[in-house]
């Protein structure tokens, strides 16, 4: 039984930070590259980062750059998205998923949500005052 579990999700204020975890169940993570997105109410899921097994690929949307920062540990099969400086826009649910490990920067496809193997729960994180 192959699942994700998502947690660190929740309310914080402007400017506040989280640390997001995804951790693989029923496999191990280091097979496969690791791809977070987001969807907020209404809108489509985007890509907000990747990270391939080794970590010498990754990728950070526009809109994240700078606040975002993604890693791995393998011997824990799991993955984190560090949130920093969060803006009401970053209000979505967040979502992990297993992608196809790209080790070369210049093989890394557009990043849609078919690009995904396996989708976790995700984890709700809310940007509010």
């Known amino acids: 039984h192959v699942q994700f579990v998502e947690s660190g999700g929740g309310l914080v204020q402007p400017g506040g930070s989280l640390r997001l975890s995804c951790v693989a169940d029923g496999f191990e993570m280091k097979h496969y590259g690791i791809a977070w997105f987001r969807q907020a109410p209404g809108k489509e899921r985007e890509a907000v980062s990747y990270?391939?097994?080794?970590?010498?690929?990754?990728y950070l949307a526009d809109s994240v750059k700078g606040r975002f920062t993604v890693s791995r540990d393998n011997a824990k099969n799991t993955a984190y998205l560090e949130i920093h400086n969060l803006k009401p826009e970053d209000t979505a649910q967040y979502y992990c998923g297993t992608c196809e490990d790209w080790e070369d920067p210049d093989e890394l496809p557009s990043l849609t949500p078919k690009i995904v193997d396996y989708w976790g729960k995700g984890t709700l994180v809310t940007v509010s005052s």
């Open positions: 990270i391939s097994n080794t970590a010498a690929v990754t």
